[in-house]
């Protein structure tokens, strides 16, 4: 049974940091891409970026690159986004995913969590 429990979510003020966990069970981590998206009340899920199987490669979305930094421990089957530099307009629910791929671009994401609430005041 695949399962993936997204954490670390919160509330923060604008400009501050928050680092979210993904706990990956029931499928073969090491060797898939992994991906973290967002949604916003009334809009659709969005990429935020992805890792490549070994973390040797990352994307990530204009609007968060520079700010959000993707990393995986394969060895703990766990991948985390850290967040920095928050704005209001990242306010959302994070959700950590796995990719048919072991590369990036990962391709299509199968598996997802239920997600992690990111708020950020003003």
């Known amino acids: 049974q695949v399962q993936l429990v997204e954490s670390g979510g919160g509330l923060v003020q604008a400009g501050g940091s928050l680092r979210l966990s993904c706990a990956a069970s029931?499928?073969?981590?090491?060797?898939?891409?992994m991906g973290w998206f967002r949604q916003a009340p009334g809009k659709e899920r969005e990429f935020v970026g992805e890792?490549?199987?070994?973390?040797?490669?990352?994307n990530y979305a204009d609007s968060v690159k520079g700010r959000f930094t993707i990393s995986r421990d394969n060895a703990k089957n766990m991948v985390y986004l850290q967040l920095n530099s928050l704005k209001p307009e990242d306010t959302a629910v994070y959700y950590c995913a796995v990719a048919a791929g072991a590369i990036v671009p990962g391709g299509e994401y199968r598996y997802w969590g239920q997600g992690t609430q990111v708020t950020v005041s003003s």
């Open positions: 890792i490549g199987w070994n973390g040797g490669r990352r």
């Open positions: 029931g499928l073969p981590f090491s060797s898939r891409a």
